[in-house]
């Protein structure tokens, strides 16, 4: 069983210059950031709450963003050395550096698994992805969640955040969705959906 004390988060700022930083990732890429606020703590613990801690394993999450998800991935449980996370924005890869110290933060594209992880990268226990699909062509969001499925255990999920009221990939006869939660307390609201291989 992995241990689930938490390590401690550091270097918290405060939830303007957080709100700052996350607005200059939406003025240096708007497509890639897809949101006019931070995912609130309401948010982060929603999908931290479909990842298992007690299930053994890596985590990966793909597009951290400024940490909020990663830190409540850590709160829920996962040691922050259990936990990958990739991400496009080099100021975003810093800011998680910071907050979850011990977190292995790649900077790259999370569209392009195959170049940014290692062939070996693979039996994630969980994968957590607020890439913003709904900005995306449907056969670039098909590709992404189909490569991630590649990489967990067999029916581990991959849990994806979006603003729409529909999934932002439908199912397939490669994997099932689901809506996990509504969350009304986030800037927009937020649904959170789990993908698994049928």
């Not at 999908?47 to 829920?76: H, K, S, Y």
Request: hydrophobic share 45%; glycine share 8%; aromatic share 8%.
């Amino acid at each position: 069983m992995p241990q689930k004390a938490a390590m401690k988060v550091s270097h918290r700022s405060s939830p303007l210059a957080e709100q700052f930083e996350f607005l200059r990732g939406l003025i240096a890429s708007p497509k890639g950031v897809g949101a006019i606020a931070p995912s609130s703590a309401a948010l982060a613990r929603a999908i931290a709450a479909q990842a298992d801690p007690d299930r053994p394993g890596p985590v990966l999450e793909l597009g951290p963003g400024t940490g909020v998800v990663t830190e409540a991935l850590i709160a829920r449980g996962f040691r922050a050395d259990r936990i990958t996370a990739i991400e496009y924005d080099p100021e975003f890869v810093r800011r998680v550096r910071e907050r979850c110290p011990g977190v292995n933060v790649i900077q790259g594209d999370a569209f392009a698994l195959d170049t940014t992880l290692k062939p070996e990268d693979t039996g994630f226990c969980a994968i957590i992805s607020g890439i913003p699909l709904l900005n995306w062509p449907i056969e670039r969001r098909k590709a992404l969640i189909e490569g991630a499925l590649a990489r967990v255990q067999p029916g581990a999920p991959l849990i994806q955040f979006s603003y729409g009221l529909t999934p932002p990939m439908p199912a397939t006869e490669r994997f099932d969705v689901r809506r996990a939660a509504v969350i009304w307390a986030n800037l927009p609201p937020a649904r959170v959906w789990v993908y698994r291989s049928r």
